[in-house]
């Protein structure tokens, strides 16, 4: 990259910024991050886990998955 200066006379940290600046312009997007999804909004949320039939049915529900 040449970068030439026509008016003025810019510092040496001036300079830099421009570069800084016109090197990440430079730069292929990368996209927008993905967003997280909040527990709350989750449909998953909403579904209601499968029924456990048996003498011991009832007690499933307390039980670790």
Excluded at 43 to 56: D, E, N, V
């Amino acid at each position: 990259m040449t970068i030439k200066v026509v008016r003025g006379n810019p510092t040496p940290e001036e300079l830099a910024a421009v570069v800084a600046l016109l090197s990440v312009a430079g730069r292929p997007d990368a996209g927008p991050a993905p967003r997280r999804t909040s527990a709350w909004t989750s449909r998953r949320r909403l579904l209601r886990a499968a029924q456990a039939y048996g003498p011991a049915g009832w007690l499933a529900p307390a039980l670790p998955h």
